[in-house]
């Protein structure tokens, strides 16, 4: 089996180590970045299957790292690492683009459960038609064409550059269009747990998606409070 490469971008030297030490014992392959323009070397250079960025660093904060490689990976698990521990700075590292968000201090076999969870969700995801999602290479929604492959929301001939999490979050909806989406139901699917830590970046996600389909008032994602969510084209 080949090792699981992780790119931790850390500027805490001695965290750094105890995290390298750590992973490389449990069969993990991990490269360390002391900052945020030594991760963007490191990431373009060693192709990483996952990051796990600080938020905090010098040169390049966490932010603005990830926003520069969703620019060129929409594909690629993120972790945040952080100490930083206010809800709009959670919410402003999933709408950034993160996967995950751990807040320091962290277990390491926590951190090491959701670098598993994360690669085993990427490689059910690649080849697409291994998904346990809905993979229709189109689909309609009200004057929006959707292409779960490409990641891709189209509205007359403007496209809007979906994360894998969005994308899949969107197919689960039309795949239930004008039905309840138990919000269980999609947190097991594309978070793998339940945990309210995950339905509550679920909700940051519905709310992102609904920004993207304003410019047409006839689709809308309605809360169903305490149960889930619809899609009402």
Partial sequence: MNKIKVLLVEDEAVLASIVKETL?????????????????????NNKPDICVIDVMMPRKDGF???EDIRKVNKLIPIIFLTAKTQTAD?????????????????SMEELILRLKSLNRRTSLQEPANNSSLSVAANNKVGNFHFDHHRLELVDNGKAVSLSQREADLLQLLIDNK???LDRKTALLKIWGDDTPFNARSMDVYITRLRKYLLSDTTVQILNVRGFGYKLID
């Fill in 90 to 106: 959670v919410i402003k590292g999933f709408e950034t683009g993160a996967d995950d968000y751990m807040k320091k201090p962290f």
């Fill in 24 to 44: 490389d014992a449990r069969g993990f392959e991990l490269t360390i970045a002391a900052n945020g323009v030594e991760g963007w070397s490191f990431f373009n």
């Fill in 178 to 180: 004008n039905q309840l």
């Fill in 64 to 66: 603005s790292l990830v």
